[in-house]
C-alpha cells in the first residue's frame, strides 16, 4: 500500500552537471506523469507515459529533457547539461485511470549551483 | 503554461471560519480538480468535479463548477489550524483528456488558531 516515492529527495549539482531523478509510482497504476514546480507557482506539466511509452512529451522544455519507463512501472527523468534556470521541484505522479484523481509523490528538490 | 488563476492568492482566517478559493480557467474541460499542498512538496488530492456536475461535497469541503463561466470555487467550512496549505486547482482539458492536469498559480491559506 506504498504510495509514489522518488528519489532523492533533494538534488544539488553544479551548472553543466547530468542528474537523473527517480519516480516508483503505485503498484499497478499505468499512467504516470512528470510536473515542475517552481517556487510560488503551481506545478506545470513535462511529460506523460502510458503503460512504456510517453504518449504526450510536449512539456519538456527543451532536448535536454528526456524521461523513460522501460518497463511501465519505475520512470527515470534525465536532465542533461543542467541550468540554473532548472532549479525546482519535480514531481511525479501516477493515476490508476484516465482523466482520474493523481497520486503524487513527495516530489525531488533539485537546485544547479 | 498556467490555465487557472486563483483567487485570493492568500488567505488569513481565523479557526473555526469559513475559507473560500475561487478558480478560472480558459478552456473546455473533462473534470476540474482540487489539491492541498504543504511546504511546498508533495499535493494531495482533496475532491474531482466533472465537466457535467455542479456541486459536490466531502466531509468539510464543497466544490462548485460553473462550465458557462468557466469557474470553480472550494468551500472549507469550519476550518482548523491544520487547515493551512496551499490548495491549487487543476483542469483535465478535453483536447488532451487524461494527459496532463493543469494548475492553477494556489491560494495560500492560513488558518490561525
Known amino acids: 500500500g506504498a504510495g509514489v516515492s522518488q528519489t532523492p529527495s533533494n538534488k544539488v549539482t553544479e551548472k553543466g552537471k547530468y542528474v537523473e531523478l527517480r519516480c516508483d509510482p503505485i503498484s499497478g497504476h499505468t499512467a504516470l506523469y512528470w510536473y515542475r514546480q517552481s517556487l510560488g507557482q503551481g506545478p506545470e506539466f513535462l511529460i506523460y507515459?502510458?503503460?512504456?511509452?510517453?504518449?504526450?512529451d510536449s512539456g519538456l522544455p527543451n532536448d535536454r529533457f528526456f524521461a523513460v519507463r522501460p518497463e511501465g512501472s519505475v520512470s527515470t527523468l534525465k536532465i542533461q547539461r543542467t541550468e540554473r534556470g532548472d532549479s525546482a521541484v519535480y514531481l511525479c505522479a501516477s493515476s490508476p485511470r484516465l482523466a482520474g484523481e493523481q497520486f503524487f509523490g513527495p516530489g525531488t528538490r533539485l537546485t544547479v549551483l | 503554461s498556467q490555465q487557472g488563476e486563483e483567487d485570493p492568492q492568500a488567505l488569513s482566517i481565523q479557526e473555526g471560519e469559513n475559507a473560500t478559493m475561487n478558480c478560472s480557467y480558459k478552456?473546455?474541460?473533462?473534470?476540474l480538480q482540487w489539491y492541498r499542498q504543504n511546504s511546498g512538496r508533495g499535493l494531495v488530492h482533496l475532491i474531482l468535479i466533472r465537466s457535467n456536475e455542479r456541486e459536490k461535497h466531502s466531509g468539510r469541503l464543497r466544490v462548485t463548477l460553473d462550465t458557462s463561466k468557466k469557474s470553480s470555487s472550494l468551500l472549507i467550512t469550519a476550518s482548523r489550524a491544520a487547515d493551512t496549505a496551499s490548495y491549487f486547482c487543476a483542469t483535465d482539458a478535453w483536447e488532451t483528456s487524461g494527459s496532463r492536469l493543469t494548475f492553477g498559480e494556489g491560494t495560500q491559506l492560513t488558518v490561525n488558531p
Open positions: 478552456t473546455s474541460i473533462n473534470n
Open positions: 507515459f502510458q503503460g512504456t511509452g510517453a504518449a504526450d
